[in-house]
């Protein structure tokens, strides 16, 4: 009898790769050594704040934008190798921006069928059916003036997709639509782009709908990627205070390290890793910081996950629909923390209240 090993599936090639990518401007990096893989019908969202080089990036990609140095592979192809590659119209990429950029004097079918070359009935069926896909069927004689915002988003992803692209960018291409509308059309934009199968990088400087839409998030700082994982894992595992910051509100308590421990009005914090008399950082979000009645002047009694409750006295309190923010002066060194929590919880300012630090919810960072 002769053994056999088990072939392991192999695993795709992702139909975008970019390795290396640099870009800079006078001598300043803009975008500085990123590197991403997409796979077909993921959505990974480059996410970061105004000017960090997310769409400088996206444009690199595109082609539209040159790069100083990397690589970028389409399908498999190499179309980028440092400043030399294919120009844009050659690199089969779908585009949407905040600007739909559609031409006014052109119909909404002919707005579709830009750029589509053959016989003209098979544009014409290809364009019939990307506008009953977005549910605009019976609008391809009407010009872009005569439709509302939304309507013109759908028909710049019904454009961007006639070409068959295997790789659409999108750089905040929502942002520009009413907040009531917004969620829908994304929601069903990113859900007919994954059906189709199509790699897609968003940009956006909004971490909920990063969190909404992507499979995958890539946290970019100064022209760097600085954490790359699933929403999930980036929210709950963030690799430094900026980034758990990015994402929410953060209360942070500043310590000594001594002997791996911390010291704080909450109790002993263990802090591994942290050089003898080094400051650390102790980061919780208001969510995870828990609320206690006092009792005569004390609070509740310490558990190992809570640790020791701390006082403090409420400052104000602000109800927000689904949660309330409650703004905490704590008795110790004129700190200020906020607490959040579900539903309606308004104590008036001036209450005495106590609070306690969820142990396996704080992040340790270098102080």
């Known amino acids: 009898m002769h053994s056999t090993e088990p072939t392991l599936p192999e695993t795709p090639e992702p139909l975008l790769r970019v390795n290396g990518l640099t870009r800079a401007f006078g001598g300043r990096p803009v975008v500085d050594d990123v590197a991403l893989q997409i796979a077909a019908g993921q959505v990974t969202c480059l996410l970061g704040p105004s000017g960090?080089?997310?769409?400088t990036t996206l444009r690199m990609?595109?082609?539209i934008e040159s790069a100083d140095a990397g690589q970028i592979w389409l399908d498999g192809a190499l179309v980028q190798d440092g400043p030399a590659g294919l120009a844009p119209e050659r690199r089969s990429i779908g585009l949407m921006f905040q600007d739909f950029a559609l031409?006014?004097?052109l119909s909404v079918a002919q707005n579709v069928g830009f750029g589509l070359k053959?016989?003209?009935a098979v544009v014409a069926s290809r364009v019939g059916s990307l506008l009953e896909r977005v549910n605009l069927s019976g609008y391809g004689e009407k010009r872009p003036?005569?439709?509302s915002g939304g309507?013109?988003?759908r028909v710049a992803l019904a454009r961007a997709l006639a070409p068959k692209p295997r790789v659409m960018l999108m750089d905040e291409p929502f942002s520009g639509l009413d907040n009531r509308l917004r969620d829908g059309i994304r929601d069903e934009t990113i859900a007919l782009l994954r059906a189709e199968g199509t790699a897609v990088l968003l940009v956006t400087h909004e971490p909920e709908e990063a969190m909404r839409v992507g499979d995958e998030i890539a946290l970019m700082r100064a022209g760097r990627i600085v954490q790359q994982g699933a929403p999930y894992n980036v929210y709950n595992a963030p690799v430094d205070r900026a980034a758990a910051a990015f994402f929410s509100d953060i209360n942070v308590i500043k310590g000594v390290s001594r002997g791996a421990l911390t010291e704080t009005p909450f109790g002993s914090f263990l802090t591994p890793g942290h050089a003898d008399g080094a400051g650390v950082e102790i980061v919780i979000r208001p969510q995870h910081l828990k609320i206690d009645l006092d009792r005569g002047g004390r609070g509740p009694a310490p558990t190992p996950l809570e640790g020791t409750p701390a006082r403090g006295t409420v400052v104000r309190s602000r109800y927000l629909g689904r949660e309330s923010l409650v703004e905490f002066a704590m008795d110790?060194?004129?700190?200020?923390l906020t607490a959040s929590v579900p539903g309606v919880f308004l104590p008036k300012p001036g209450t005495?209240?106590?609070l306690m630090m969820r142990r396996d919810r704080c992040f340790v960072f270098p102080g």
């Open 103 to 105: 031409f006014p004097h």
């Open 151 to 153: 309507e013109q988003q």
């Open 332 to 336: 110790f060194e004129g700190q200020h």
């Open 145 to 147: 003036h005569q439709l």
């Open 52 to 55: 960090c080089g997310k769409s």
């Open 61 to 63: 990609i595109a082609g």
């Open 118 to 120: 053959g016989d003209k």
């Open 352 to 354: 005495v209240l106590w």
